[in-house]
């Protein structure tokens, strides 16, 4: 089994409200920093993405990839790599258990990448926290803060 990186973070909101905030691709561009384009290409019968393509520009690292998503109840979704310039490997979930009450969330950010290109496995994890502490942060920034949908 590959080896993953994972944090967690505890938003001050409702599940349901960070979840909105997850799946509203459109709006990845305005929270997120990296993500400068996206595009959901399928949806399921709920109008949930099932493959969304985004395109990244990390400072050295420039991709334009597609991923596909799997909706698990209404507290999880995961994903997995379906083509890139750049990865080999990009799957990751986040998992929402409410906290108080459902009043917070935390939040479970889990992400496995791997570059084509070769690197090291220390880099590679160090990069992996990089991702998911900024998301995080920019989540939860978002949901505490940003707009309603």
């Keep these: 089994m590959a080896e993953h990186t994972s944090s967690s973070i505890t938003i001050d909101a409702a599940p349901a409200d960070v979840m909105g905030v997850i799946s509203d ?9 990296e993500v400068k384009e996206t595009e959901v290409l399928e949806k399921d019968d709920q109008g949930r993405a099932l493959q969304v393509r985004l395109v990244l ?8 990839h597609t991923l596909a998503y799997t909706w698990t ?10 083509k890139s310039q750049m990865l080999r490997a990009l799957d990751g979930s986040y998992t929402l258990a409410p906290v108080g009450g459902g009043e917070h969330t935390e939040v479970t950010y889990q992400l496995t ?23 995080l942060a ?3 920034k978002r949901v505490e803060s940003g707009p309603k949908a």
């Design 57 to 64: 520009d990390a400072g050295a690292i420039k991709d334009d």
């Design 113 to 135: 990448v791997d570059v084509k290109i070769p690197m090291l496995g220390m880099i590679k994890r160090k990069a992996e926290k990089v991702i998911i502490d900024r998301a």
């Design 138 to 140: 920019g989540l939860k």
């Design 73 to 82: 109840g209404d507290n999880q979704v995961s994903w997995t790599l379906v």
């Design 25 to 33: 691709f459109a709006r990845y561009p305005e929270w997120t920093g």
